[in-house]
C-alpha cells in the first residue's frame, strides 16, 4: 500500500458487539448491549461505527455472540451501503464453530483469533478493536497516527478521570512520554497522570495494533492453555510488561464543539442510560447530535413528521424541552424533558415527565409517568401512574437506586394478571 494513503485507508475496525450488559437488566432480555436504543432514533453501537465511517475507514466487521438477532437485522438495514468493488466492507461475525467444537468466542482476543482469515482477506496494515457499547464521538486517525509516530506495539485509549472516579475502571501508570508502565485493573488507590497527579488514566477499551503483530500474538495466545484469551486480561498486560504500549488521550482526539468537554459514557446501567438520553434534552447538550460534520448514521426508518393534536385545557398536545422523533403522535399530552423514540402515540390527558420512551410504544389516557424507560412496544394502561409512589411501583416495576423505573411488556402483562 502506498505510504502516502490516510493511515484509516490501510485499517478495519473489529467492533467487538457480543457482551449481553446485564445491568441493564431487562432492557437486554431480548437484545444485546450494543444493540439498545439510544438518542431518539439510533443504536449504541452506531456511535462505534459512525466514528470509524466519518474517520475513513472502509472495512469493518462486527463480533455478535448473546441474542443478536435485534443487532445483526440493525446492521443489515442501517449499514448496508459498503460497496464490495469500491473494497469496503462491513461483516458480521457470530460465534459460529469455526475453529473447534466450541462455538461461542471464549474472550475478547479469542473473537478476533477465530477471524483471522477473514481479517487476512482485508489486507490491512492496522487493525481498531472497539467496544461497540460506549456513547463518544472520536476520529480515529488521530489516534492511528499516534500508534505509527510512538512505534507502539500497542496503543491504548485512555480517558482522563479524576483519581477518585477512577477505581472503577482499569487504569494506565505511564511515564512522562505516555509510555504505559502498568495496567491495573479498578485499583483502590489509581495512579495520577505525571502532568496532573489528581487524574488518572482509564481504559475505554480501544486498541490499535499492528495487525502482523497482533496476528501472532493471538495465535500464541490460543496455544496458550493457562490463558482467559481475553485482551484487557491476558494481551495488554503482557504487552505492557514485555513490549512497548503507548497511552493515547482521548482529549486529542475527541469530536466536539470548541470549549466543549470530551464526551464519552459507558450505558451500562438504567441510571445511566436514562440519564444519558434525558441530558440530550438540555438547551445546549454535552453530546452534539446535530452536528452535520461528524454524523452518527443508522438505519432511518420512512415514518411521517411527529404530529400534535388538541388544543384545550389539560388536553393540550405539546413538548417542552423534548425530542420527539419521526411517526410519533402527541395527542392531547404534556410531554416535558422527555426523549420519545419512533412511532410513540399518546393519549388525552398523559402526562410525561423525564420519560425515556422506546419505539412503538402507546400511552393510553390519564397515564403520568415520570422519571421512567419504557422498552420497545409497551401499551401503558389507561390511568396507570409511575413515579410518584416508589412502593407501589416496585411491586410491578423495577425501581432503580436513583428512582429510575424500567417499565416492559412482561412486566405490564405480569401487572394486569394480578389485578
Not at 488507590?189 to 502532568?195: E, K
Not at 443508522?298 to 400534535?308: Q, R
Not at 393510553?364 to 413515579?387: F, M, S, T, Y
Amino acid at each position: 500500500m502506498e505510504p502516502s494513503r490516510r493511515l484509516t485507508q490501510r485499517s478495519m475496525a473489529f467492533v467487538l458487539a457480543g457482551g449481553r450488559g446485564s445491568r441493564l437488566h431487562e432492557l437486554t432480555d431480548n437484545r444485546v448491549k450494543p444493540a439498545v436504543y439510544f438518542g431518539g432514533k439510533t443504536r449504541i453501537i452506531d456511535f462505534a461505527l459512525s466514528n470509524a465511517l466519518n474517520s475513513g475507514i472502509r472495512k469493518m466487521a462486527v463480533a455478535t455472540q448473546y441474542k443478536a438477532h435485534s443487532l445483526i437485522r440493525h446492521c443489515q438495514r442501517g449499514w448496508n451501503f459498503f460497496r464490495a468493488e469500491r473494497n469496503e466492507f462491513l461483516d458480521i461475525l457470530p460465534a459460529s464453530q469455526r475453529m473447534d467444537d466450541e462455538s461461542w468466542y471464549r474472550g475478547t482476543a479469542d473473537a478476533v483469533t477465530q477471524n483471522i482469515d477473514i481479517i487476512d482477506s482485508y489486507n490491512v496494515d492496522y487493525i481498531l478493536v472497539l467496544a461497540g457499547d460506549h456513547i463518544y464521538k472520536m476520529d480515529y486517525e488521530i489516534m492511528l497516527r499516534q500508534h505509527v509516530e510512538s512505534g507502539a506495539d500497542v496503543t491504548i485509549g485512555c480517558l482522563t478521570v479524576p483519581r477518585a472516579e477512577a477505581s472503577a475502571f482499569g487504569v494506565m501508570a505511564t511515564d512522562a512520554g505516555g509510555r504505559i508502565t502498568s495496567f491495573l485493573e479498578k485499583p483502590k488507590d489509581p495512579p495520577g497522570i505525571p502532568d496532573d497527579p489528581s487524574k488518572a488514566l482509564a481504559s475505554m477499551g480501544i486498541y490499535v495494533f499492528d495487525w502482523p503483530f497482533l496476528r501472532d500474538l493471538l495465535l500464541r495466545d490460543a496455544a496458550d492453555p493457562n490463558s482467559s484469551h481475553d485482551f484487557g486480561n491476558d494481551l495488554i498486560p503482557g504487552i505492557v510488561r514485555d513490549g512497548k504500549a503507548m497511552a493515547h488521550r482521548f482529549d486529542t482526539s475527541c469530536v466536539r464543539a470548541e470549549g466543549a468537554p470530551a464526551y464519552w459514557k459507558d450505558v451500562g446501567t438504567i441510571d445511566a442510560f436514562w440519564h444519558a438520553n434525558i441530558d440530550l434534552t438540555d438547551f445546549t447538550p454535552e453530546l452534539n447530535l446535530w452536528d452535520h460534520d461528524w454524523p452518527i448514521w443508522t438505519y432511518a426508518e420512512s415514518v411521517p413528521p411527529a404530529k400534535f393534536i388538541h388544543d384545550e385545557a389539560h388536553r393540550r398536545g405539546i413538548a417542552i424541552s423534548s425530542m420527539v422523533s419521526g411517526g410519533c403522535i402527541i395527542s392531547g399530552t404534556e410531554v416535558r424533558n422527555s426523549l420519545l423514540f419512533t412511532d410513540v402515540h399518546t393519549n388525552s390527558y398523559a402526562v410525561l415527565d423525564h420519560a425515556v420512551v422506546m419505539p412503538r410504544v402507546v400511552v393510553n389516557r390519564h397515564a403520568r409517568l415520570r422519571k421512567v424507560v419504557i422498552d420497545k412496544g409497551v401499551v401503558i394502561p389507561e390511568g396507570l401512574v409511575v413515579g410518584e409512589d416508589p412502593v407501589e411501583d416496585a411491586k410491578w416495576f423495577r425501581v432503580t437506586p436513583r428512582g429510575v423505573t424500567l417499565i416492559t411488556r412482561a412486566m405490564i402483562d405480569k401487572r394486569a394478571a394480578a389485578k
